[in-house]
């Protein structure tokens, strides 16, 4: 149980251009949702958290009109870069979780390597 | 705000061998979670262990026990019997109990290499 995917798991785009990332928890309803980001041979940095129906916390330095994150339903969340640069590129990992299972755990999806070109 | 510390980047061990990972962290609550996530050349995350702040016994889980030293602020992950799907990065996070609303601080990882 407990399974969260994303998807694309790789994409490549223009610079300037728009990406959309999903994340969906398919056997549990996340209450909460996060993005995080992880440089090459580096570790994972919060980006943003996310609860169904409410506005994202963005975490400190992070641009919240370039990513722009909507968790429309509990199994739901989407992670949208804007105007996207190279510099933008990494790897995005989403993670949700459940309140009721009053357990603070987190369960992963497999990531998406964006590449701006 | 909470920092964790991973002061091994790399570890490498033979096959069947005991290994202990370690980790550090700082914060003035009393009440917290720490995890230690694997990370293996797939990237995708997995959960390896879970311990509660309040909780003096510490977690196991099959080959992977943590030592907790609360006062200390240490939380280190031992691997019994290393196999060699065990080689991945791994990695120490931090979180405040707030049914699972606040994310991870991570640290930095450490590569463990399981040799043959």
Known sequence: GAV????????????????KIECRSLDF?????????QFPKQSLMLMATSNEGSKAT?????????FLINHASLTL???TVTSAHPEDSSFYICSASFYAARTDTQYFGPGTRLTVL | AQTVTQSQPEMSVQEAETVTLSCTYDTSESNYYLF?????????????????????QNATENRFSVNFQKAAKSF?????????GDTAMYFCAFTFPGGGADGLT???GTHLIIQP
């Open chain 1, 4 to 19: 969260v995917s994303q998807h694309p798991s790789w994409v490549i785009c223009k610079s300037g251009t728009s990406v």
């Open chain 1, 29 to 37: 309803q996340a209450t909460t949702m996060f993005w995080y980001r």
């Open chain 1, 58 to 66: 963005y975490e400190q330095g992070v641009e919240k009109d370039k």
């Open chain 1, 77 to 79: 969340s989407t992670l």
């Open chain 2, 36 to 56: 230690w996530y694997k990370q293996p050349p797939s990237r995708q995350m997995i959960l390896v262990i879970r311990q509660e702040a309040y909780k003096q």
């Open chain 2, 76 to 84: 280190s992950l031992k691997i019994s019997d290393s196999q060699l």
């Open chain 2, 106 to 108: 991570f640290g930095k």
